[in-house]
Structures are given as structure tokens and as C-alpha cells.
């Protein structure tokens, strides 16, 4: 077998270095652009999915008032109508957060107040909190026993 | 390379900065807001609102405020008026340093600070999807050696690698992109959650020198809040007689009705506090409704504002310079956003203050500028140009047509097919034009070539392809090929995107201001265009199958074309002008065109048929032009 040997010229070396970093330089503004282009359309999806996040926030300030409303009339039909309107926000992706005598979690749970009662569980709710979808939207404020 | 993040490790709230794509930005928090609340829970290792949640629960174990002890020995006064206000323990540790003591373990605030800087990389890795290992962390002007060793100890703990301590007021003016200027002195008015600064910066060559610094470290937003938590209890109190001071869960309801309340005076003039079923008296629920004014407001925090201008005038004084020295007045943190700040700020030093920057994001952006730069990650961005305005050909009646649309990134390429406005017409003339205007002779031109041996054809049958290619160096191949025959021309224009900045606004203006005028232009063209074809079609059919129109029929279609024709050719038509003739002409052709096929439907012959397909083929003419439109010449 022959062996073909021959010394490149300076230019045709530096040439090569040239080629090798333009095609270096090529795969990562490739790369950079799919990667643009995932995040794109992740992001994309999740603005779709939690877009009605903020609106949705407020309306929990008229829900609370109706809500403090029905605890105080007892009213057949306003019950009906407050429970209407969770269950049509329910299907847009809120979810109420369960506080009533568990463990207080700052997760989901804002402390307000301490008070007697069993050590670090939840007396009572003040305020609802709510997930929208597996994001909290709002944590619930709430007493804690002191264990006193 | 991994990237460098801006952090602005603040006292009441911190927040994290990134350069992406040659600007700087902030990186959402795992609870999707743009700042954190600077409170850690050591033991159970909660930080930011999580650790805030549970504060009330947890108040000797939660620390919050912890730069006012980063670097102070325990026998100081900071240490010890922050020792007054703290719920949690401080105590002496090692060479006298204030620590902090929490369910019997000794924490020093570096360990503290490096949680909050924990979260704060945990929050970056995420949104990057990738380690992060370098930071620029800001402090105050004011923080001397062993507090800012201390602020690069903490970094170090949480597993950063600082690359320089940055002044929060040196950042702010990055972020205000004041570094590009001249040199000149700003003043950095910073009020913030639970601080004031204000700082005086002399910038000159991209350095920035602190010349004095002064605020109150106990007067922010907070205070702003309490004032108004005051009022309504004290407005309730004299309408209802009950005192919901002692309520707590009245007054966590009224907390968030008046941070609501202050941000929106901010934007309007007035708002309501509306909060039902706020508490009972006597078995009867009480309502919390009412309204406050911006002047209330104002009235009410008038002396917490006021507090601000005594430290303005002492850094004046310690830089030994005059209000009338300051080039700019920029404002950072979030009370700055309050209109009444603004404008006390606006008459002590007598100019607009800038406030062209998010104030809470400010301070976190610049960290990040600082970041880019030291990486040289600004270098490393392959920079694509635009072209600053519309690349196009001329077509039929002096149009400009859009290749390629300004603010193109290049390179790109576009490809579209013409054809020809007259029939056998040899030949076509590719006019390449730049600007916004309608009309080709408003436009400049770039160069033109002639594209020849066309076949001899009806006008609109041949398809010439006209493509523009602009590479990244803004070099223009303009090429035209005739589809039947593949024969082609091209032009090189080089420097297509290389005009200078006046240029390009002077065409942008002009554009701007001739677009009415432009538009009439361009209808009345339009129109002529529509003219043209209708007499030419005409025409065409009168001379193909004549002999099925009577003399006289003949002759009022060909008076009427004349007359239109002529008006057209005229340098005085009018859009209204040109229409009426258009519209007689048009009206007349339909009504002997369907005299002619109800002939041909009585005779009923299969011979007639070609006419109708003569016919018919005016509007699919028409049809054409509107998607190709044609070349002149």
C-alpha cells in the first residue's frame, strides 16, 4: 500500500481551522434555535394555560365575598349560585387548597394568626386558597394551634 | 460558558437578572413573580414567600432583614437597633460578629444571606436549564470592607463564585444604560421596602465613582402602608365604633386592602376599599366601604416623604456640589413609582427625575449588565442585522412592490413571479428599489437590469421569478429568470442594508408623512391599471370575434374605450374621473357581452363556445394581476 504523504500549505491549515470554527459556530446557533424553539413552545403552552391566572385571582376576591354573604344570610339560593360558580371555575382549572385541621403547610397555607389549639395544624380557614391547576394560585390564610 | 446572574440581595425583598440576547432580564421566581421576599427559615430551610407564610407560626425561627447584620460586630448600633426590632435572636459570636441564634443552633447572616442567594441560583438553573455557577451580587454604597467581604462570603456559601461586588447605585445606572454618556454626575434616589438611599455617582469613561451616600435604613414602603392601615381603622372606628385593631383577621384583610389601595393612587385619583362582612357588631355584620383620595394620601405620607430630602441634601453637601451640577435624577425601588414621590424628588432638584426603568427590577438588571460584561458574553452573540427598509421591484404603473419587508433579519430570501404588461413584450426592466413608499420614483433606487429574448406572448403569460437574496453582510443578488426559457439576469448590490442612520430616519419620516398622499397616488394607479386591462381585453375580444357585434354596438364599446383611454393618458384624471369613464365602459361591455351569449344560447351551436372562453377571460386577467402584477416594460 502506498502511503500518500504530503505537508499542507499554511493556508490550506488555517483554512481548515476556519471551516472547523464556522462549522462549530454553526451548530450552535443550530442548537441555539431548537432550543429557542422547545422553550418557545413551552412557554407558549404554559401562557396559554395559566393566562387566566390573573384574572382569575381577582375574581377570587368577589368569590370570598360572596362566600362571607352566605355565611351570614344562609341562603338556599345564593348557596346554589356560589357552588355554580366554583364548579364552572373548577372546569377552568382552580381547585380549592384543603386546610380545614391539617397540618399548616407555607406551601399552600399563609399563617395569619395563632391560637390554642393542636400544635402546627390548621384551627380554622380564613380565606381559601385555591390551586390553578398544579400551581397555587392563592394560599389559603389560616389560624394555627399553638399546642397550648 | 456558563452565564453570570445579577442578583440584588435586598433587605425586605431580592431578585435575580440574567443578559439574554444582549438585554438583560429578569428571571421569574419558582412562584412566578419577578421579586422574593428576603425572609429565611434556617431549620426547616424555608425562603422567600413560603418562609413569609409561615413568619406569624414561626416568628423567633424566621429571619428577616438580615443584611442589616451582614458584617456588624454585636456591640453596634446597627446590631443592636435591628435587635430591637427583630423577633428572632441575635447574639456575639466569634471576634464579637453579630450571629443568630435559632432553636439553639449559632447561624451567621453570611449563612443566612447564602440561602437567599441559594434560591435566587436554584430559580436561575431553572429558567436556564443548566448550572449556574458565577454572580454578580449588589450592596449598598455605603457597605463598607467587612460587609462586603461578608456579602462575597455568603455567595461562596451558597455555592456561587462571585465575580465582583457591584454598588446597588452603579447597578441602577447600568440598567439606565448611563454608562454610554458622557461624563456627569446623577443622583440615585433608591426608596425601597424598609430603606432609603440616595447616592451621588460621578460616571466618566465606564467608571463609576460614589462621591457621597446618605438615606434613613429604617423609612420605606412599609411605613407608606401603615400610615394607611392607621387611617381606615381610625375612619371605621369613628363611623362604627368598633376598634378592628384588635381584629386580626379584620386586619390582615385591611394590610392587603391598603397595598392594593396605595398602588392603585399610583395610576388613578381615587379608589375604593370595599371589604363585606369585615366584622359584627350587636349579631349585625359590618361592611368595610370606603374612598380614598390621592390627596388623602398624600397628606397622610407627606412626612415619610419629606423625611427623604433632608439625606439629599446632606449628599449634596458631603460631594460639595450644587442641585444645578446633577445631569440626572433616576429612581429605583418601588415606592419611587408613587407620583407624589416623584414630584418632591422633581422640585428639590429641579429636573423631571428618569424613571424609564421597572424601580424594583433596576438594581437586579444592572448586576446582570455588570455580568455580561465581565463574561464578554455581549462579544460572544452573533449579531444579525436588519434591513432598516423595504427592499422591492417597480411593476406596471410606477408601483413599488415588497420583496422583502424592513426589519427583515438577514440573510434572507424571497422569491415572487411577474409577467408582462403588454402583449410581446421582448423584453422586462428589473428596477430594484429601497424604501416605504408606495410609488417607485419616491423610492431609491438600487440598481436595475434588463431581462430580454422573452417570447412573443399575450401580456400576463409569461413568468418571469424574481428573487432577492440578501446575505448577512447586507449583500443584494437580485436575480429575474423567464420560466419558459431559463434565461436569467442578475445584479449584485452591495452594501443594501449599509445606509446611515439620518437616511434611514429621513425615509422613515417621509414615508410617514406622505402616506395619505401616497395612497391617493396609489389607487388612482391602481385604477389607471384596471382601466388599461379592461381596454385591452376589450379590445382583444372586439378584434377576435367582431363580426358577432353589430356596427353600431361596435362602435360605442370602441367610443367608450377611447374616451377612457384617453382619460387615463390625461396628467389631470382623478381617481373620480378615471372611475366614471371605467364604470360607462365597463357597464357598456357587460351589456352587449350578454346580449352576445344570449345570442349564442338561442342558436345553441357548440361553435360559439370559444367566445364565451374569451369572455371569460377577462376577470381571470384580472385575477392575475392582483396576485403577481406585472413589469414594466
Redesign the interface.
Known sequence: MVKKTHTSSPEVVSLNAKVVELEENYKRVLADYQNQERRFKEVQGQFVKYANATLLEKILSNIDSLEMAQKHLQDAGLDMIVKQLLETLKNEGLQLIESDNKPFDPLTMDCIEVVPGPKDQVVATLNPGYYLFDKVLRPAKVKVGSGK | MSKIIGIDLGTTNSAVAVMEGGTAKIIPTA??RNTFPSIVEPIKN?VGD?????????SENTIFSVKRLMGQKYSGKQAQKTKEIAPYEIASGKDGSAVIIIDGKTFTPQEISAKILQKAKADAEAYL?GTVTDAVITVPAYFDDSQRQATKQAGEIAGLNVQRIVNEPTAAALAYGLDKGKNETVVVYDLGGGTFDVSILELGDGVFEVKATNGDTFLGGDDFDHKIIEYIVAEFKKENGVDLSKD??AL?RIKDAAEKAKIDLSSSTETEI?Q??ITQSNGQ?LHLTMKITRAKLEELVDDLIQKTIEPCKKALADAKLDKKDIAEVILVGGMTRMPKVQQVVKDFFGKEPNKSVNPDEAVALGAAIQGGVISGDVKDV?LLDVTPLTLGIETMGSVMTPLIERNTTVPSSKSQVFSTASDNQPQVEIHILQGERPMASDNKTLGSFVLDGIPAAPRGIPQIEVTFDIDANGILNVSAKDKATSKEQKITIKNATNLSDDEVERMKQEAEKYAEDDKKKKELVDKKNEADTLVIQTRKVLKDSGDKFDAAAKSEIEKALDELEAEVKKTDATLESVDAKLKTATELVQKYAEAMYKAAGEKNKPSEEPKADGQAEEPKAAEQKAEEGEVVN
Open positions: 412562584e412566578g424555608l413560603v418562609a413569609k407564610r409561615q413568619m406569624v407560626l414561626n436549564g386580626k383577621q390582615q370595599n363585606p362582612f355584620p452573533l
